[in-house]
């Protein structure tokens, strides 16, 4: 809502500068968007009077103006505009004026003629195209006859007005009106407004019964009036009501429509004017679309009217979507004559619903959506017929048509304590008693106990709660003290599940990832990757783009999203971590379980090459090699790892799924490079576990184990085996056949060729042998390897080397 | 010559001897040439028994002097040069200290999680939990148990991504806060959380808006709680956030759940308040919503509105990391741009 200040000193007598007015309604009713006027930064720009125009001889659209500018002699202006004319008075910029966007306008040549200046349309001087009159929209601006050659052009056309633009909230739509913002502004500034009531003129020799009859809906339309206004010329509004309008970003149409457009910035209160000869028979009736029915509104589009929506029917059929748009047949015209001037108040959710379904958010719209002061409906349409039959020379047909409902000010009761104890205060029942007068509410008061009577404007207020903040606001929430909550004392900490959550993230950014947020919502191809186990996916019912349709089931399709667009960028080493939730939906149900999940995607080196050390490349075993810090750091025990070809999009060579005891909880691998390809990255490894079922796990504590005070003895041994063998069942075996002296088992080759057969490896264990309660016979340990190592032999036929 | 004269003469060229050898080995050669049993001492100690009853104590005892002033030589004369060696040794093993360390390899959280955190801590401090909620929610906990029934203006605030005509994207956090509320136990002590976690909304991606953000939104309820209590802990906030100095302000807004409502300034951590580019020239900075809970939500949740009260805020932790670190575009935080990332690897 942009307020001038100018227009609010007609009900307010407020003598301070616009950014502290600006300051001061931010601070106590609504956010300020900004405080403006058109004419800053603007320079030399004047009224001229086009004393003679001709044809500029170079050119067929150029006209060369001889301006008469208040000076001692004309200047000669080149002017391309279609609707330049001698005799008429126009906006000139003199040489060395500035027009909008700063731009500086200097004398110059056109086509061989001087030009000292420029004749201005009302775009060039800063108007949005939104707001200048359509006559005008091609061309110059033409100024009053009455307009003086040489004075500035500021206060003919309102730039030398502040305007003040308000972001109003939905809860104070009082406000979206010139009066309730006085009213607002009376408050805080403990003044009193003046407002003009109308003076009503009727024809008493006609009467409306000759014209028209009224059927509303009361649900649809509580309150809903019309006036008949006749003998109406429609023409140019007068510049007072121009400047009003387009300062407030309404474009001036005629003086009909424009006097409506007034009275809804005025009050707050949308009219709705109809060529009431266009209308089929006398009845109007406010009611429900009618399947199959169409209008065709002002925008001149025709439109299916929905079930939903009030319309406005005549005889014939509905002539206006009610409170949102009107009909275009129905509409004003320079040939209409009798004007049928609508006041109403419909339902909002309706009203609501129309506008969206439709997509036509009016300012009529908007202010029926939230409500509109129903205390001046009449008095507004009052003020508008006999505006419109002063300026049209019409005359208002004696009566109203229709029918309005009685509205009653809300009673609120409140004491003086509540308002404290909710406040933090020790107001004084003095104080709000001031603040609730200020507010133009009547009040009783008896014993700090308030009975509120809040008047038909504020019906954004109901209950206690609202008084409280209307008590705040005005006190100013400057004035309320800084306290904590006192009161009993709760312990503050972390759930199990959150600390795992946080002991994981800290683990991983220890070991050398960096954690990375991307986004819950994906396309259906990458939602369903990665799957760990079955589950349907989740769509929305109307995405924005294809990108993002589903919600993930998985986090490594984000991971490598954020790899692509690093690799891209030739970012190539990358060590990403996420820890977030992936939505499984079970078929029966539309809302997926959320479950916790970490994954990790890496490509590149690890370390780079430097003068201290060989570069290190991230491969699989750097990768597992996290996963078991993990699992180990977060105590979780029994966990192995088996190669896994299950997994489409991992590398089937090169994935292993990770289980505590039996139960899944995960995988690490490459991703396929079918994949990888797709996404235009490098070799990238990955590992995705399931965190609910490690918070699950039931981990023991860790229980002390005494260091033995013994020696220990260790043998190392080197076997050639198949290269089918896995390491982890040599190692099991060992660990299996060996006596209770094994204390561990350790790789340390890995070997292939050379010496070693094609269809082998060579695999080095250093095997630990140790005692706590006694020093190790060599002999013993020496029966016990020699023993495991004949069965390894016939186990797996390794040649031990 | 006699024997006092042979010490003193042996004494004197001796300590010269010592005093220039250079060398570790020719030391130890002296000492066992000087003070071994064939050296010199040794020799007139033994021709000590050819001298009167009165000369030996005086010889004697002038050897015994001689041969303990020579040990102190040549022990001192060792220690130099030991030292010498080490110095020498220690010369040879010189490096470059400038150049590079090996580097740590260490990660790091996420900026948003750096603020969230931090407000995580400052909470649990103070007595509150930390809960956390479903992202995909039913309308009913997002919206209705919120103040907000279908059709309210409000709605049009935050555009929703549905799933279903009841299943949506939660828009806000404060589903967890209609959720606990129900559950809460009063006799066990009043209701204090806050809920952190991930938000949608149906906008267009550009520098200022993302589809999907953070919120952290707090509540407290309990007997007497006053606007007083939310200014002071929302002055907590900022003070964790953006420095010790800030101080805050309130002005009216509207939620649907708050009542009254009120969106909170921070004084601008640039300029101090004096005003710059980041505050707009105006000195403050508007970081949060906040409010008293409205009755309905609290009636909604089983809570008696006539006996208990309290107070809600939300706030935006993309937001406050944009402010903080001047990122000027939200969508980096989603992108994971490695050489975005590492750049808040200092804590906080």
């Known amino acids: 809502m942009k307020v001038s200040t100018k227009w609010l000193k007609d009900y307010i007598d407020l003598d301070i500068n616009p950014e502290e007015l600006a300051e001061k309604i931010e601070r106590t009713a609504v956010e300020v968007d900004g405080v403006s006027r058109l004419d800053k930064n603007l320079k030399k720009i004047v009224v001229g009077a086009t004393v003679e125009v001709r044809k500029h001889p170079e050119s067929d659209h150029l006209n060369i103006c001889q301006v008469d500018v208040g000076a001692a002699e004309l200047l000669q202006i080149v002017c391309g505009a279609p609707n330049i004319a001698a005799g008429k008075k126009v906006i000139v910029a003199l040489p060395n004026s500035r027009i909008a966007g700063n731009v500086k306008i200097k004398k110059s040549k056109m086509r061989g003629e001087v030009s000292e200046g420029m004749i201005c349309s009302l775009q060039e001087i800063g108007f949005s195209e939104s707001v200048v009159p359509k006559a005008y929209a091609a061309g110059i601006y033409l100024l009053p006859d009455d307009a003086k050659p040489g004075e500035p052009v500021y206060s003919y056309l309102g730039m030398d007005e502040d305007i003040i633009d308000l972001d109003v909230t939905p809860n104070r739509a009082d406000m979206l009106s010139m009066r309730g913002t006085a009213h607002e502004l009376a408050a805080i500034y403990d003044q009193k407004v003046i407002l003009k009531k109308p003076a009503l003129q009727e024809d008493l020799t006609d009467k409306i019964s000759n014209y028209i009859q009224v059927t509303a809906d009361k649900e649809l339309s509580p309150t809903y009036l019309l006036r008949i206004i006749k003998d109406v010329q429609v023409e140019e509004s007068p510049m007072w009501l121009q400047r009003r309008l387009w300062n407030a970003g309404i474009r001036p149409m005629n003086n009909v429509v424009d006097v409506t457009n007034y009275i809804l910035l005025d009050y707050g209160q949308p009219l709705h004017s109809f060529d009431y000869q266009k209308i089929a028979g006398k009845g109007i009736e406010v009611r429900l679309a009618k399947s199959g029915e169409t209008l065709r509104t002002l925008d001149e589009e025709e439109r299916k009217l929905l079930p939903n929506d009030i319309v406005i029917a005549d005889d014939n059929g509905p002539i206006a979507l009610a409170g949102t748009m009107g009909g275009l047949n129905s509409g004003i015209s320079a040939e209409t004559q009798v004007i049928a001037l609508e006041a109403a108040v419909f339902n909002s959710s309706a009203i609501r619903k129309t506008a969206r379904k439709h997509n036509l958010h009016s300012e009529a719209a908007m202010r029926f959506e939230r409500g509109i002061n129903r205390g001046t409906v009449a008095e507004a349409l009052d003020m508008a017929a006999q505006l419109i039959a002063e300026l049209g020379n019409g005359k208002i047909v004696a009566g109203v048509a229709g029918t309005q409902d009685s509205i009653q000010p809300v009673i609120i009761n409140i004491s003086t304590k509540k308002i404290n104890d909710v406040l933090g205060t020790e107001l004084q029942i003095a104080e709000i008693k001031d603040i609730f007068e200020r507010l133009g509410f009547t009040i009783e008061e008896e014993n700090g106990n308030f009975t509120v009577s809040v008047p038909v404007r504020r019906w954004d207020i109901s209950i206690p709660a609202d008084l409280i903040e209307e008590v705040a606001r005005i006190y100013g929430y400057d004035n309320l003290p800084a306290t904590l909550p006192s009161g009993e004392l709760t312990p503050g900490k972390y759930t199990y599940k959150q600390q795992v959550i946080r002991d994981t993230r800290s683990i991983l950014e220890e070991s050398g990832l960096m954690q990375a947020i991307s986004y819950g919502l994906t396309s259906d191809k990458k939602a369903q990757r990665f799957m760990m186990e079955d589950a349907q996916s989740t769509r929305l019912n109307f995405p924005m783009s294809s990108d993002r349709t589903t919600v993930r089931m998985n986090l490594i399709s984000g991971l490598l999203d954020d790899v692509a667009y690093n690799n891209a960028r030739k970012v190539s080493d990358v060590m990403l971590y996420e820890q977030g939730r992936v939505f499984y939906r079970d078929v029966d149900n539309d809302r997926p379980r959320e479950v916790e999940h970490v994954a990790a995607a890496m490509t590149g080196l690890y370390s780079a090459q430097s003068w201290h050390d060989e570069k290190k490349q991230i491969d699989f075993y750097v990768t597992k090699g996290i996963v078991e810090h993990l699992l180990t750091v977060l105590g979780v025990t029994d966990v192995n790892y088996r190669a896994s070809q299950e997994h489409e999009e991992m590398h089937p060579g090169r994935t292993a799924d990770i289980f505590i005891g039996n139960l899944f909880i995960g995988f690490v691998g490459e991703v396929h490079p079918n994949i990888s390809k797709e996404y235009g990255i490098g070799r990238t490894y990955v590992f995705e576990l399931d965190l609910q079922k490690i918070i699950d796990f039931n981990n023991e504590l860790i229980v002390y184990q005494p260091v033995s005070k013994y020696p220990v003895i260790t043998r190392d041994v080197a076997m050639a085996v198949g290269k089918e063998i896995a390491n982890a069942d040599i190692v099991n075996f060992i660990k299996k056949q060996s006596g209770k002296i094994l204390s561990n088992v350790q790789l340390f080759d890995v070997y292939e060729g050379g010496k070693i057969s094609t269809e082998q490896k060579s695999l080095a264990y250093e095997l630990t042998y140790s005692d706590s309660s006694k020093t190790l016979e060599d002999d013993d340990v020496t029966a016990d390897f020699e023993k495991v190592m004949s069965k390894l032999q016939a186990k797996f036929n390794v040649e031990i080397r | ?348």
């Open chain 2, 1 to 348: 010559m006699d024997l006092k004269d042979r010490l003193t003469k042996l004494k004197v060229k001796a300590l010269s001897e010592i005093d220039t050898v250079e060398d570790l080995k020719k030391i130890n050669e002296i000492r066992v040439n000087l003070l071994g049993k064939k050296g010199p001492i040794t020799e007139v100690l033994r021709g000590m028994k050819d001298l009167s009853k009165e000369e030996r104590p005086v010889v004697g005892s002038l050897a015994n002097k001689v041969r303990d002033e020579l040990t102190a030589a040549i022990t001192q004369r060792r220690e130099k040069l030991e030292i010498s060696k080490i110095a020498r040794k220690l010369e040879k093993e010189k490096i470059d200290v400038t150049l590079p360390g090996v580097p740590v390899k260490a990660g790091q959280p996420h900026i948003i999680m750096q603020v969230i955190d931090q407000l995580e801590k400052l909470f649990l401090g103070m007595g509150y939990q930390v809960v956390d909620g479903p992202e995909i929610e039913e309308d009913h906990y997002n919206f209705e148990m919120m103040n907000l029934p279908k059709d309210h203006p409000a709605r049009d605030m935050q555009d929703t991504f549905y799933i279903t005509e009841q299943i949506l994207m939660r828009t806000q956090t404060s589903p967890v806060q209609a959720r606990t509320m129900e559950k809460h136990d009063f006799a066990k002590g009043p209701l204090k959380m806050i809920s952190p976690g991930k938000v949608y909304r149906r906008d267009t991606d550009d520098a200022t808006h993302s589809h999907q953000f953070h919120q952290v939104e707090g509540l407290v309820i309990d007997r007497h709680i006053t606007m007083g209590d939310l200014k002071g802990t929302l002055q907590s906030i900022a003070r964790t956030i953006f420095g010790d100095e800030r101080e805050i302000r309130l002005r009216p807004s509207y939620f649907p759940f708050t009542e009254p409502s009120v969106e909170v300034d921070v004084s601008c951590f640039k300029c101090g308040g004096k005003g710059c580019t980041v505050c707009k020239q105006t000195g403050w900075i508007e970081v949060l919503g906040a409010g008293m809970v409205h009755p309905n939500v609290l009636t909604m949740a089983g809570i008696d509105a006539e006996v208990y009260g309290g107070f809600a805020f939300g706030l935006g932790p993309d937001r406050f990391a944009m402010l903080k670190y001047g990122v000027d575009d939200i969508r980096e935080f989603y992108l994971n741009d490695v050489r975005f990332l590492s750049q808040f690897a200092q804590k906080g």
